[in-house]
Every structure is written in C-alpha cells, then in structure tokens.
C-alpha cells in the first residue's frame, strides 16, 4: 500500500522537536509490547536511508472515511488478516489477550460477555445492549446469540477506545469493535488454508474470487472449524471442551460505473457443540447424598485436577446464523452516498450443567432457547467544502427477539435444597408419609422439574448522528460531532407454573387417596402442615420472581438522547500530532429478563482524552499514546445476589454504580529492519466505584471495580531466506495483572484465594509461529502454537447451586499446537 503524499508543515520549534523526542523515547520502553495492526509488505529498500525502513502505511475506516491510522485522533488498535492469521485465531474471543484493554468472556459462543476499558455488562439476557458495540461491515451485530461468530473472509479488525456514538448508530458508549471483510475484485484469485493439531483440531478455509463480466464479480469464501476437545467426562466418556462450526459466505459486487458500486452478501453459519463444561469444586461424595452445606471455600478442589463430572443430558450449545447485507456507494458531484441495508436472524440453544457434579442430590441445569430477528437501514453522506471534511448518517434498527431461561431440576436435587434452606426435606418427608400410610408403589423422588421464564422484545431505534472536521490551520483541526437517539422498546415476562409431569401424576394418587386429609384427621399433621406440604410440591421453587403470572405483563418504554463529541487535534510538524477530545456515549435503558417489572435506566459515559501520534518514517518506527478519564454514571449490572434471609434463593437482580477511571494506552510498532519487526500495546487503567452497594450491603464507593491494573501485549517477528524461498518466525506475549478485588468480588466468583486455588490472580500468555513460505508466497507451511506455556486459569466460580452445596468454575483455554498448510493463485 502506498504511503500517502506529505503537505509541507510549519517548522518545529526546538520545544517541539523536544516534545517528540520525549514521546518517543518513552514509548520505546514499550516496544515488543501489544498486538500487531494491518501492515502492507516491506518497500523495497531504499540506498539512501542505509539499514533503516520506511514506515509502513496503516489504513482505517473508523470514522467512516479512509484514513491513516496515524491522523485519526482516536485511540485505535488494528489487526489485520495476516496477524490474526498468525496468531491461528478463529474469533474475537481467541485475539481479545492481544489488545489490551478489551476483555472478551467466549466460554459460550451464544453468550459472550465483553468489556472496553473496563466498560462492559455481565448480563446475558435480550432486555439490554451491551455498551461496546460489535459491527461487521458496518452492521450491528448486538451482544448475545449473533455477536460472536467464526472470522470469514477477515480483511481487519479495528479496535476504536472510548464513546464511538457520532460515528457508529448504535450502541458504542464504551467503544466499538469494528471487523471489515473482503469485497469482490475484478481479478480472479483463490486460496485455501488447513490447520491440524492437537485434541482433534480441524480448521480449513476456502476462498474463491471471480470475474463474471466486466461490471460483476463473485466472491466465496468457506470456514470450518472443528475439535473435540481435550476434557473426558470421568462417568460417561463423553468428550467436552470442543468447538464445531461452520460458516460460508458469499458476495456478488455490481461497478455500475466509476461512480456507482453495489455489493451483496449472504453470509451463514451453523454451530453445533457441546456446552461448556462445568468443573465441580466439591470432593465427591456417594451419589444420592447431598453436599455439605452450605459449601465451604476451603474445601474446594482444584479443578484443573480434579475428575470432570456433569450429568445434564443433550448439554448442547447450537446456533443457525443468517445474514443478507446491501451495500450501495454512488458519488454525487458535491459528496459520497453510502446506504447499507441488513437483515439478520439466528436460533440458538444453549442447554448446560450447573451444579458441576454427577449426583442427583444436586442436579441442576439451565436451558438458554434464542431466538432473533433484525433490520438495519444506514444512510450516510459525506464530503469536503471549503475548510469542512463532513459525514452525517441516518440510522434505523427495529429487532424481534424472544428468550426462554429454563431452569431444571428434580425432586430428589429439590428435597436437598429445602432440607437446606427450610430444614425439611420435603419430598422425603411426604414419601415417608405415603409410607406410614401404607399407600404401595409410590415415590415422589426422582421426578423431573422445569421452570421456566420467557420473555419477549421489540426494539427500535432512530439515530441520526454526524460530524465535521473543521481545518482551522494548516496545523490544527477541530471535529465536533452529534448523536441524536430515540429508543422505543416493548418487552414482557411470563413465568408460568412449573412442569412436573411424573411428580403429578402421583400427587393426583395421593389426592384421590386423601393422603393429607386423613394425616389431618389423625393429628398426625396439622392443616396449616398439609397445606404448607401439599402447596410446594405444586408452585415454583426455582424461578423466584415477583409480579409472575398466569399470563405475560407487558411494559413499553422510550428514552431519548442527544450525545455530542468534541476533538480538537494539532500537527507540531508531519510526524507528530497532538489531540483532547471530550465525547460523551449513551446506552438506552432496558429490562431485566429474570425479574418481572425490573427495568434499566440509561447510562451514561462521558471521557476526555489526550492523546499523541507520531512516526519516524526511516527508522520505520510508529506510536500512540491516550490519557483518558471517564465517568460512567448509572451502570446497570445483573447479578446473583444471594438471599438476604436464611431459607431464601439467590437471585438474579440489577444492582447499579457510577464509576471512575483514569488510565493510558499505549502503542508502538517498529520495522527494525527487512529481517525484524517489534510491536507492542498496553494499558494502565486505575477503575474505582464512586457510588454502588454490594449485595451484602456493603458501600463499595472507593473501591476498585475489578479491573486489572495493567495489561499489555509484546512481539516480535523475523523473517529470513532459507530453501528457496522466506522462513519466518514470531512470539506474541500477554500479559494482564490480577483482579483487583473489593467486597463483592467472591461473591461474584471473580476473585479467591484458598490452599488449592487462586481466581482472579495475573494471567499470561505466549503464542508463536515458525514458517515457511515460497518465493512467490503461492503456498507455504507453519507450525502455530497458542498459550505454549500451557497456562490454565481459572476464569470465575459460579454459585448458581450454592443452595444445593455446589460450586463449579470455568477455564481457560489449554495449550494447542497445530501444522498449518496454505496455498494461493
């Protein structure tokens, strides 16, 4: 790609020249660190710059133009194809390690949590929007069922820190994650990739690119990505931790003419594996008998050692993914029209153990059932007049979703929880009633017990959002930016009564027999006894709620906003720019989808921002550098809360904060030579509630939110010639400091520390590569390595049966090593 043509700058003043100096020796400490951006291939050496190379040309498309990465003033973090290709990824779950700051949670791909800079949602339910927004070619891809999908066809992925809402239509308040694909050319090309490694590792894509006439071309491009997984379940034999998907994708582009361009695409996707295992963390005891209770933390077993039992049948996550996309360029003679329509539908089931054992005095399951329908329309134009470089776009959602949480259990896990929390074991209890009472053939344990909430929403969206840079000077620029919103939603819960088909067929024996009234009549029990008994075993148990029904309420909610975005950026000379930016995001309000009538307010972020960008170009040397400070007020997290009184069931609730952060990104890139290349990325972020209560009640103001203190990313890559061809190799380490804990982070499961385990302490990372490809990089081979130190972490403890005496955790990801081959025409 060629560097862009140089204007002539003012002459640097000595304290300029100072100025840049300092920036760079500083961030050059950091060199090695961070994910590597797009980078074209090495210029051909140039006599007169000796050893030293030319920079290389970084493109984005963040702020709806294409610019250099180096004169956008954002803090921006890229990677191209080639390096997440380099590094074996598959999604952005497999990258997140190597972009400081962003935090992805991929344990369920239809259920993936993620955070910028510390702004994120752990709530999983379709009632809200996750403040980063996901968009793939510019289409929203929201935040559950459809926002984590296999990469196909990558061209790159921009990271874009801090409130995005002028440039982006929807949801961006703590950043946006922006993935651009490829677009049919007019030349005809393939390729094709396999990659085989360990625990059955199968990986393959396909591309094929094709003319069909002068104005139209194809594009086809395939992914399949399989494995089966390196855990064995101790009882069953069955394997767990793999992945199973596939995804094709297809483009038809129309070149109209010089000025006029259409691209139409249909991408789908099909996953089908099975659920994340649940690692118990209580010693075995001999099936039937419950758990100590409640469960003590320091009788946890490490999970990383310990056997691997869950017994939920057709534990399962799947999806089908649909997606159709129209993209319209045409130049006018005063500005460049862009519309994008988009459809897109998914189904997903997310069915998995939550108790973590094999014992049926404690079996409990969740069932996530999915089901999605959108419609995005953006138009866009923009232009230069005069002095002004303007964009203004028009953005309209409307969305379709249902949910279904089910909750399963049985009455022998069900006789553990209210021998737990009320002292009575109640269906061992009546069993020995019906025994007494001399009533044959009759057992109410072992019964199956589904509870369910489902919910129903109808959102849209009006956006109309813009901005103009402002060429002050030939040195200074000033972009101000408007984001006007409207949000209208329409959401309902309905929690009917449990379903216990075995369990009443016997109760409806025990009631024709009279059991209760004639344990009433002998005084064996009392009324209010009978009642009480005969009452449990025919409400919900599980499911606690207030407000649920025998028919769904329905709620209706608008909200409305106007976000602005101020930046303001100077050029010392033309390889060093200087900007602050004041921006403020927004969230719309939403719905907690596990408690009847619970709503969210907006929430808001408001970030300031300096930031610095400069280059030696023949040192072939590259830095950023963004001082930030946001206050995000009204954040709205679901949690599980346990009961506030003994006999009582966590629940999940929405507890809300306002919250503080100050911190640093940092980003350097260095092509020491042809042969070596560094790069390197970190943050340091100091996040801290300003206001919020735990759920013991406890005042958090003060205290840390969670976020790791530092986190970073070193590499380096060194090419040489060997056999005819060039042999490459590269190292990418992370590296992200430990949780920083506060008085509701063990309750969360996100920090602890005991005799056997450590959650929430620092994680590392080091991926490599050693390859080889041709001298015309037709073809070529390599062996990948990720986490090649065989690091496992545990990710967090989850205490949804915590009234059964159980607790299980979740892990990170084992080392893998896979044999790659490529080949291209």
């Known amino acids: 790609m060629p560097t862009t043509p140089r204007k002539p700058w003012p002459r640097s003043s000595s304290t300029t020249r100072f100025a840049h100096s300092a920036a760079t020796l500083a961030v050059l400490s950091l060199l090695g660190a961070g994910a590597n951006a797009q980078q074209a291939a090495p210029p051909p050496p140039d006599p007169a710059a000796s050893a030293a190379q030319q920079l290389e040309t970084v493109v984005v498309s963040g702020q709806g133009r294409t610019q250099q990465l180096q004169s956008v003033p954002i803090a921006i973090q890229v990677l191209g194809a080639d390096q997440v290709r380099k590094l074996g990824a598959s999604n952005l779950g497999e990258i997140n390690a190597h972009i400081p700051g962003l935090e992805i949670d991929a344990n369920q791909p239809t259920q993936p949590r993620m955070s910028l800079r510390g702004i994120g949602t752990a709530d999983f ?156 963390l209580l010693p075995a005891v001999p099936a039937g008998t419950p758990l100590p209770y409640p469960a003590d933390p320091a009788r946890f077993v490490d999970p990383r050692r310990a056997p691997l039992l869950n017994d939920v049948p057709d534990a399962k996550e799947r999806r089908d ?99 737990n929390l009320l002292g009575l074991p109640l269906y061992s209890t009546v069993n020995g009633l019906i025994e007494a009472a001399g009533i044959p053939g009759l057992d109410l344990r072992g019964q199956g017990w589904l509870e369910r909430m489902s919910n129903e929403a109808r959102n849209r969206a009006l956006a109309l959002y813009g901005d103009v840079i402002w060429q002050l000077s030939p040195a200074n620029r000033l972009t101000t930016g408007l984001r006007i ?54 409400s919900n148990a599980l499911v606690a709620t207030q407000g649920a029904g025998a028919a769904p309420l329905v709620v209706k909610k608008s909200w409305t906003d106007a976000s602005p975005r101020l930046v303001l950026d100077h050029r010392f000379d033309r390889d060093l720019m200087a900007y602050g930016s004041l921006t403020r995001g927004y969230q719309a309000g939403g719905f907690n989808t596990l408690q009847v009538n619970s709503r969210y307010e907006p929430e808001k972020v408001s970030n300031l921002e300096l930031g610095l960008k400069g280059q030696f170009p023949n040192a072939g040397l590259s830095y950023s550098a963004a001082l930030f400070h946001y206050r995000f007020d009204n954040l709205q997290t679901l949690q599980l809360v346990p009961a506030a009184t003994p006999g009582g069931l966590p629940t999940y609730q929405v507890t809300i904060s306002d919250q503080r952060a100050t911190g640093l990104d940092l980003e350097a890139r260095w092509q020491a030579s042809r042969a070596l290349r560094f790069s390197g990325a970190l943050e340091l972020i100091d996040q801290t509630y300003s206001r919020g209560r735990a759920s013991s009640g406890a005042d958090l103001s003060g205290q840390p939110v969670g976020t790791p203190r530092l986190s970073l990313s070193l590499g380096v890559d060194w090419s040489f010639a060997a056999f005819g061809g060039q042999a490459s190799a590269g190292l990418q380490a992370a590296y992200a400091g430990a949780q920083r804990c506060n008085a509701e982070s063990q309750v969360q499961g996100s920090c602890l520390q005991t005799p056997t385990l450590r959650v929430g302490g620092a994680r590392q990372r080091l991926d490599g590569r050693l390859a080889w490809d041709s001298a015309d990089q037709r073809w070529g081979i390599a062996l990948v390595g990720t986490n090649l130190q065989d690091k496992r972490y545990i990710n967090k403890i989850w205490y949804e049966g915590a009234p059964l005496g159980s607790a299980y955790a979740t892990l990170s990801r084992p080392r893998s090593l896979a044999l790659e081959l490529r080949a291209s025409y």
């Not at 134009?381 to 005069?386: D, I």
Request: hydrophobic residues 35%; charged residues 20%; proline residues 3%.
């Open 125 to 280: 339910g379709i009632g809200t929007d996750s403040p980063v927004g996901i968009y793939v070619d510019g289409v929203y891809t929201g935040k559950t069922g459809g926002a984590l999908l296999n990469f196909n066809d990558l061209k790159r992925i921009e990271v874009l820190k801090g409130p995005q809402g002028t440039l982006f239509g929807r949801n961006s308040a703590g950043g946006a994650i922006s993935v651009v694909t490829n677009e049919p050319e007019f030349r005809r090309s393939g390729s094709g990739l396999a990659r085989l490694g360990e625990n059955g590792l199968r990986h393959v894509e396909a591309l094929l690119n094709q003319p069909l006439t002068e104005s139209l071309a194809l594009r086809a491009s395939l992914v399949s990505h399989k494995s089966d997984g390196d855990l064995r379940d101790a009882a069953s034999g069955l394997r767990f931790g793999g992945e199973n998907a596939w995804g094709a994708r297809l483009a038809l582009r129309w070149q109209a003419s010089e000025d006029t361009k259409a691209v139409l695409s249909y991408e789908h996707e099909k996953l089908d594996q099975r659920a994340r295992p649940a690692h118990g």
């Open 321 to 419: 993914f649909d997606g159709l996309t129209l993209r319209i360029e045409h130049a006018l003679p005063w500005a460049e029209f862009s519309s994008t329509t988009a459809y897109r539908r998914f189904d997903s089931r997310n069915r998995q153990d939550n108790d973590g054992t094999n014992n049926p005095a404690t079996y409990l399951s969740t069932t996530n059932v999915e089901g999605n329908r959108s419609w995005q329309q953006e138009f866009r134009l923009s232009g230069k007049t005069g002095n002004a470089d303007w964009l203004a776009g028009l953005s309209l959602f409307d969305e379709r979703a249902t949910q279904s949480a089910l909750v399963g259990a049985t009455t022998t896990s069900l006789d553990t929880l209210s021998g």
């Open 485 to 538: 919103t409207r949000d209208d939603k329409r959401f309902s819960w309905f929690n009917p009564l449990r379903e216990a088909p075995g369990l009443d067929a016997q109760l409806a024996q025990l009631d024709a027999a009279g059991l209760f009234p004639a344990l009433v009549a002998m005084g064996a029990i009392s009324q209010e006894q009978a009642n009480m008994l005969r009452g449990a075993m025919g």
